[in-house]
Structures are given as structure tokens and as C-alpha cells.
């Protein structure tokens, strides 16, 4: 199983600007489609999710379901000949990007420069 991340800007409900992760898992094993898209739906389902049948975007996708909460997308199945990948984004984190990452990633961008403590310091 392949997984990859990537970020990107977002709108908060309230209409305000920040950031929000995808993850993206992807299997080149070969499957039974159907049953693969039939245990997902059931998982999806048995989990309190709205589970929906998507048109296929590409030509070569054979099946797309997606999951919903609250009337937002929040998880994505899409089957091919190939395998499957699984697509999903977390909710949008309100604030300017450059200064979330700064403040994730001090290792990349040097120390915020009004640091705040830790919740978990003692």
C-alpha cells in the first residue's frame, strides 16, 4: 500500500483562509472488485457514514464511492483495473498556511517567533 499526503489552502465554514491535509493510499494489488467495493460500502456504512455511488471521472475507473458526514465528502473509493485508492481530506485548519507550517515544522523553518509552550510540558 502506497500512501502520500499533500496540503493545500482551504475555506473554513466561516468563509475564512487555511490549510488542509489530503491522503491519498493507493494498492496496485490486483482484486476482486466488486467484493472490494461491496466490503467498503458495508465498512463505510456500518460506521455511521452516508455512502453514495460517484460516476466515474476517469475512463479507466471501473467504480467511485464516496462517504459523507454532516453532507461533506470526507472519504472517496476509487476501483481500477490495477487496484484501488482510497482519497481523503481532513477538515480545514483556520489561519495562514506559511505561519501553520512554521509553527508544525520548526525542523524546516526555525522557531515561531513567539513560541508558545506546550500543552503536554510539565
Known sequence: MDKNSVNG???TRDG??????RVIMSTKDSLAQEDAVT???AFWESSGFTVGVGTPSQSQELALLHATEKG????EFYVYPQGAV?????????GDQTAIYKEL??????LPSNPRPSPTAK
Open 16 to 21: 475564512e483562509g487555511g490549510v488542509q491535509y
Open 72 to 75: 461533506r465528502i470526507v472519504l
Open 9 to 11: 489552502e482551504c475555506k
Open 105 to 110: 515544522y520548526p525542523e524546516n523553518f526555525g
Open 86 to 94: 482510497l482519497d481523503t481530506n481532513s477538515v480545514c485548519i483556520a
Open 39 to 41: 466490503a467498503v460500502r
